[in-house]
C-alpha cells in the first residue's frame, strides 16, 4: 500500500560517493519566516541530500533521479537548477545531519530534496534514534528554507534486487524500510513538507531486470525514469506550475 502523500496542503495517494557541486544561478525568494514563497521567473539552487539512491551508485550521472528531474522540468523559469547533490554512498540519517546539512551554509540552496533511511536499517539503526535525526534534519531544513521548498522521498526496496540478500535477511530488511519510510513521511507530513513514496514503484524490480543497475542492488536510469514521472508533478505544484 503506498504511503499517503502531501502536497501543497491536501493530501492524494501517491505512490553513493560524493559529487563534487556544481555551480548554478538563482533567484533568492525565501521570505526566512518557514512560510511559502512566490516563485514567478525563478531558478532555484537545487541541493540533493541522500545516501546511494541519490547519488546513483552505479549509473551515470544523467540517469541519476535529481539529473532527470532538472532536465525534465526543462529551462523555462520556474525551474530548479542542481547547485549540488551531496549525497554518499552508504550514508545514514546521522551521517546526513553531520556531513551534508553543514555543506548547505556554502550551497545557499532555494530547494531541496531528502532522501534517507536505508542505510539506517541496514546498520541496525534503532527507529527512535532514526526517528530523532530526521526530526533534526528537517527541523534545520525548515529553518533555512521554509516547508514548501522541501521535498521528502521516500527509500525503495533493494530486498527484491539480485543481491539484496547480501544485506540481511530480506524479510526483515524489507519490513525495516517500510517502517522507516512510515517515520519519515509521518515527521514530514507534521511539519506539512510534500512526500512521494516510490517504495511501491521498486518492487517491480522483482521481475523486471531492466530496472536494476549492473551492480544488482541499485536502481537503474530506467527506473529512476519511473521515479521522476511521480517526483515532477509533485515538484510542478511545488514551483507554482
Given at each position: 500500500?503506498?504511503?499517503?502523500?502531501v502536497?501543497?496542503g491536501?493530501?492524494?495517494?501517491?505512490?553513493?560517493?560524493?559529487?563534487?557541486?556544481?555551480?548554478?544561478?538563482?533567484?533568492g525568494?525565501?521570505?526566512?519566516d518557514?512560510?511559502?514563497?512566490?516563485?514567478?521567473d525563478a531558478?532555484?539552487?537545487?541541493?540533493?541530500?541522500?545516501?546511494s539512491?541519490?547519488?546513483?551508485t552505479?549509473?551515470?550521472v544523467?540517469?541519476?533521479w535529481p539529473?532527470?528531474?532538472?532536465a525534465?522540468?526543462?529551462?523555462?523559469?520556474?525551474?530548479?537548477d542542481?547547485a549540488?547533490n551531496?549525497?554518499?554512498?552508504?550514508f545514514?540519517s546521522?551521517?546526513?545531519?553531520?556531513?551534508?546539512?553543514?555543506a548547505?551554509?556554502?550551497?545557499?540552496?532555494?530547494?531541496?530534496?531528502?532522501?534517507?533511511?536505508?542505510?539506517?536499517?541496514?546498520q541496525?539503526?534503532p527507529?527512535?534514534t532514526f526517528?530523532?535525526?530526521?526530526?533534526?534534519?528537517?527541523?534545520d531544513?525548515?529553518?533555512?528554507?521554509?516547508?514548501?521548498?522541501?521535498?521528502v522521498?521516500?527509500?525503495?526496496?533493494y530486498?527484491?534486487?539480485p543481491?539484496?540478500?547480501?544485506?540481511?535477511d530480506?524479510a526483515q530488511?524489507?519490513?525495516?524500510?517500510?517502517?522507516?519510510n512510515e517515520?519519515l513521511?509521518?515527521i514530514a507530513?507534521t511539519r506539512?513538507?510534500?512526500?512521494?513514496?516510490?517504495?511501491?514503484?521498486?518492487?517491480?524490480?522483482a521481475?523486471?531486470?531492466?530496472?536494476?543497475?549492473?551492480?544488482?542492488?541499485?536502481?537503474?536510469?530506467a527506473?529512476?525514469?519511473?521515479?521522476?514521472?511521480?517526483?515532477?508533478p509533485?515538484?510542478?505544484?511545488?514551483?507554482?506550475?
Amino acid at each position: 500500500m503506498p504511503l499517503l502523500t502531501v502536497l501543497a496542503g491536501c493530501t492524494v495517494l501517491a505512490g553513493c560517493g560524493a559529487e563534487a557541486p556544481a555551480g548554478g544561478s538563482a533567484t533568492g525568494l525565501h521570505t526566512g519566516d518557514g512560510g511559502p514563497t512566490t516563485v514567478t521567473d525563478a531558478v532555484l539552487r537545487y541541493v540533493a541530500l541522500g545516501d546511494s539512491y541519490t547519488i546513483g551508485t552505479s549509473v551515470g550521472v544523467s540517469e541519476r533521479w535529481p539529473d532527470q528531474l532538472v532536465a525534465a522540468l526543462g529551462p523555462e523559469p520556474p525551474t530548479l537548477d542542481l547547485a549540488g547533490n551531496l549525497a554518499v554512498n552508504g550514508f545514514t540519517s546521522r551521517d546526513v545531519m553531520d556531513v551534508q546539512l553543514p555543506a548547505l551554509d556554502a550551497l545557499r540552496p532555494e530547494f531541496v530534496t531528502l532522501l534517507v533511511g536505508v542505510n539506517d536499517v541496514v546498520q541496525g539503526v534503532p527507529e527512535v534514534t532514526f526517528r530523532r535525526n530526521v526530526d533534526a534534519i528537517l527541523d534545520d531544513l525548515v529553518g533555512r528554507l521554509g516547508k514548501d521548498r522541501i521535498l521528502v522521498v521516500t527509500s525503495p526496496d533493494y530486498t527484491v534486487t539480485p543481491a539484496g540478500a547480501d544485506y540481511g535477511d530480506p524479510a526483515q530488511q524489507a519490513a525495516g524500510i517500510r517502517s522507516f519510510n512510515e517515520v519519515l513521511a509521518g515527521i514530514a507530513a507534521t511539519r506539512g513538507i510534500p512526500v512521494v513514496d516510490i517504495h511501491d514503484l521498486s518492487l517491480a524490480a522483482a521481475s523486471d531486470p531492466s530496472l536494476v543497475a549492473r551492480d544488482g542492488l541499485h536502481p537503474s536510469g530506467a527506473q529512476y525514469a519511473r521515479w521522476i514521472e511521480r517526483i515532477l508533478p509533485a515538484v510542478e505544484v511545488m514551483l507554482g506550475r
